[in-house]
């Protein structure tokens, strides 16, 4: 056994990278609840007719958005001085995380999720203004494969993907039972849950974060602008339900859903791996969704102040809850406009709350 565990950690290259010990940036860098959004017409160029939308992505003003983004969230003039007013506890070693929405990836064209472009122009920030290694970068999502069409080919640099582990693969399956990837639980780790998380034969399940978050020193939320099916936007906060991993080896956080969803959305974004190495939320809202548990594919919007029902939009904070509001305020609008339902937002106040204290 002792062998077969040196041979699998040797696949997996990522567990071999090692937490960088200088600087301090262990230590929450200062927060403003400020939300800069960055609207460009040509952004997007896709008809709502052609399968690819992910084609019709203009990466070069993708890059000036972000640019201008950072920008405006600082105060700053330089993209470059931006950068590292944000990164400001960046050490050269440190190692990166980036977090976007690759939930409903599995679908295709058929869905939206975070866009490979925008990953792209967050990760030339760092590579061309900070001089982070490529090889010091970790794009992730727990619980989907990331495929090369549809994101890895997109992405202009080649930095290292974290993705679900398949239990029909042979290798996946033991680096599951052994812990032998940087997407398995660091069982040293566990996330304070308020309330008993059971599985469907009354089991309790341990939420624990995983190996990928406790090695680095820096992670970038990326989320979408979309609603939910449970509660009101799948932002910034529930994007971590991609995070998680559990005791059961579950790869996909169906046991989060429930009575208490809003309650475990909070508690996991209170966890100082993710609290206090978030440097910086962007929500990307080219295209958006407002419709998901009502209609398939993307739909153009009817409230967004923007032409032709494409948002072609951008959003850019270092407060996740401001984020969210602002996310909300469109995702409420438009959904009152076409008379869906507008689902439980408590975890807006209960953050605000556990964040008070």
Known sequence: ??????????????????????????QP????????????????????????????INQ??????????VCGLTGLESPKSAWKKIMAT?????????????????????ACF???????????GLVVYLNVPKEDIYVYDL??????ELVRDRIKYKVNYVERLDFNNLKDKFKTRLGLSLSCANKNEIIKMRNKIIDSKCKEIICYI???????????????LTNHVFVLASGSLKNHFGTVRFSNLAQYPVCLHGSNIEEHIVDINLNPHIKDKTRLYICDGLFGVYVRGEKKKIHKWRTFPCKNGTPNSLFFSLDPLAMEKKIADAIIKERKFHRYKIFPDQYLSDYESQTSK
């Open 90 to 110: 960046y050490v050269m070693g440190d190692k990166f995380a980036i977090k976007p929405n690759f939930n409903n990836i599995n679908h295709g064209y058929k």
């Open 60 to 69: 070069d003003v993708v890059d000036r958005m972000v640019d201008e983004g």
């Open 29 to 56: 860098i200062p927060k403003g609840n400020k939300v800069i959004e960055i609207h460009n017409e040509e952004a997007t160029f896709w008809d709502y007719k052609m399968e690819r939308y992910l084609d019709y």
């Open 210 to 224: 995983p190996k990928l978050l406790t090695r680095v020193n820096h992670l970038i939320n990326i989320s979408l």
């Open 1 to 26: 056994m002792p062998l077969l565990s040196f041979l699998l950690n040797r696949l997996d290259h990522g567990l071999a990278f090692s937490t960088s010990k200088g600087g301090n940036n262990s």
């Open 143 to 148: 619980c989907k494969k990331i495929p090369r």
């Open 114 to 124: 975070t866009s490979p472009q925008v990953i792209s122009s967050v990760i030339k």
